[in-house]
């Protein structure tokens, strides 16, 4: 298997999934969230920004695009983050609205469903740049689940992925 498929799998070390209704303001809560509970890795700054910008690309496109056809927070997005063995951070972000139909299109620069608006299509090309690894699964009119992983560096002040007990 080769190393970006396998930063997909592995033993979660701990979990947290939480869900929010598809409104913009909630992507900051997102991010947040997923920043906080990535902490007890005691990343590196860019580390954790790098994770934060590409949870944020992930959940606005499922609100924006996602969500399009629905009213303002009808819709659920699930985000899902896994600490996993090797330091490896996991996150899914879920939404079950519209789907993407072609997902190799969807994922060139500059693609985007909102042509005649504000958005320049560059969220898959951002989180790509910002992580590891990336997966699209989607179906249309079934919703889209983009998984992006990112294996934060090793530091030898910390043990087995968290900060050895003691230390600050």
């Excluded at 949870?55 to 985000?79: K, L």
């Excluded at 139909?101 to 740049?129: C, H, I, K, W, Y």
């Amino acid at each position: 298997m080769s190393r970006k498929k396998s930063i997909f799998k592995g033993k979660v070390i701990n979990r947290l999934q939480f869900k929010l209704p598809a409104l913009s303001i909630n992507e900051a809560m997102a991010r947040t969230m997923v920043g906080v509970f990535v902490s007890q890795l005691d990343p590196e700054v860019t580390e954790l920004a790098d994770i934060k910008c590409a949870v944020s690309e992930a959940v606005t496109n499922s609100i924006v695009h996602g969500y399009r056809y629905v009213s303002s927070g009808a819709g659920i997005v699930t985000v899902t983050v896994s600490i996993m063995e090797g330091r490896a951070v996991r996150v899914e972000i879920k939404d079950q609205g519209c789907g993407i139909s072609n997902v190799q299109e969807a994922r060139q620069p500059l693609f985007t469903t909102d042509a005649a608006g504000e958005r320049s299509g560059m969220g898959f090309t951002v989180m790509e740049s910002f992580t590891d690894a990336m997966k699209v699964v989607s179906k249309p009119g079934q919703g889209t689940t983009v998984t992006l992983c990112k294996v934060l560096k090793d530091r030898p002040e910390v043990a087995g992925g968290y900060r050895r007990h003691g230390q600050s």
